[in-house]
């Protein structure tokens, strides 16, 4: 229970501010307060052991009760009120105490706790005003060090009072002190997790959309990657039938429908240790062979042909719709990389990409049409079926074979 309050008081504010990175300043501001105002509580209450006046007593409980308002302020949304709010009424306070015990004990030490304070509850974007105030309260714990004995008490008491007030500074001091390094080390390591997990999110997501041996050479050169690969399989498919469906289906069933079966060919794609590299519209792309050069690359583009057409099927007659696979496939050198600064995209290019859409193009639903260099590749394995000589636009004559299973 206390801990579910604590936290509730904690993190007032954090909705305020759209950066994670500065949320734990603001998580730190509030603990600070609830844990000084208790802190300081406790010590007040020490003073009605002590022969002072009540009134001591009385002005120092305002300072613990008054730091409750940072909470206030954070929860408000004023944020850099807060801080500033912190600094300054604990600023007041121990120039409260400083005057109050004279040279008789080392109060000033508390300014120390101050700048170490502000180091961590002003976020780097605001350190300007945190130099500022660094420097302003480590002067003025400079001028009562030098000055300090020159420093009258208000209240006097006698010796035996006196060693009890300075002893109690000095735990004060150090219990301040280690409760306040403890709690920053605890509420950075909660951030860095935070922030860990964060980054583990941002690592997968990219992973979807890039090979990981492509993000690593990015983040060690961010400029334009390309590579060729004299060896590597590509495959082109296309939804025959879905233009005619697009426009008789609601939107939203149209791109389920799409995501079902893309969805499946990823599935695949993964099995097989394939390279997605887009769809476009209805075109589903992929490549075997890179970005990690793999030998049985034609082999393993062959089974995953075989297997979309099954995925097609069994997706046919569950759903009723009247849709089949045109499929093309090309064996050669190509080029992959990624260009641009903006929704990078790894992509292929040459005369193997080209080759292997004109197979899906020139094919026939239902059919996964591949070429000579392909089929050379794959001839002891699968079963094929010749179709003949293609004239293919730009490129010429193709000879052509249907895939139809493997031996």
């Not at 008490?153 to 009890?164: A, G, M, Y």
């Not at 990657?225 to 590597?232: L, Q, S, V």
Request: charged share 20%.
């Amino acid at each position: 229970m206390i801990q579910i309050l604590w936290n509730f008081f904690a993190y007032l504010g954090v909705g305020y501010v759209r950066d994670p990175n500065e949320h734990k300043h603001i998580v730190l501001v509030n603990s600070l307060s609830l844990f000084i105002s208790f802190f300081t509580t406790l010590i007040s209450f020490q003073m009605l052991f002590l022969p002072l006046p009540k009134i001591i007593f009385y002005i120092s409980l305002v300072y613990p009760f008054l730091l409750l308002y940072t909470l206030r302020l954070n929860a408000k949304g004023l944020i850099d009120k807060a801080r500033f709010f912190l600094v300054a009424l604990s600023y007041i306070y121990i120039t409260y105490v400083v005057f109050l015990q004279g040279n008789q004990a080392s109060a000033h030490l508390y300014y120390l706790i101050i700048t170490l304070g502000i180091f961590f509850i002003y976020p780097y974007s605001k350190r300007k005003t945190g130099y500022y105030l660094i420097i302003f309260i480590f002067l003025t714990f400079c001028f009562f060090e030098l000055f300090n004995h020159l420093l009258t008490p208000i209240i006097s008491v006698n010796d035996e009072h006196l060693l009890i007030r300075i002893k109690s500074n000095n735990y004060s001091f150090a219990i301040l002190l280690m409760g306040f390094s403890f709690y920053i080390h605890t509420i950075f390591k909660k951030a860095e997790l935070s922030l860990q997990l964060e980054h583990e999110k941002s690592n997968k997501l990219l992973e979807n959309i890039l090979p990981l041996s492509v993000i690593q050479k990015l983040r060690d050169n961010p400029d334009s990657i390309a590579e060729k690969f004299e060896e590597c399989t590509v495959l082109f498919s296309d939804i025959v039938g879905f233009t005619e469906m697009s426009r008789r289906l609601p939107p939203q069933d149209l791109v389920s429908l799409l995501n079902e079966i893309f969805s499946s060919f990823d599935d695949l794609a993964e099995k097989y240790k394939l390279e997605k590299i887009k769809t476009i519209g209805d075109a589903y792309m992929v490549v075997g062979g890179l970005p990690d050069k793999e030998p049985f690359h034609a082999e393993k583009i062959a089974d995953f042909a075989l297997d979309m057409i099954t995925a097609i099927q069994l997706y046919r007659e569950k759903s009723g719709y009247p849709i089949q696979l045109r499929i093309g496939i090309h064996s050669g050198a190509a080029i992959a990389g990624v260009i641009g600064k903006k929704k990078f995209i790894y992509d292929l290019w040459g005369e193997s990409v080209n080759t292997a859409s004109r197979m899906e193009s020139h094919g026939i639903p239902g059919q996964i049409q591949v070429s000579e260099s392909t089929y050379d590749r794959l001839k002891n394995k699968f079963v094929f079926m010749e179709r003949g000589i293609l004239e293919v636009k730009g490129i010429g004559k193709i000879k052509s074979f249907f895939l139809i299973q493997k031996i």
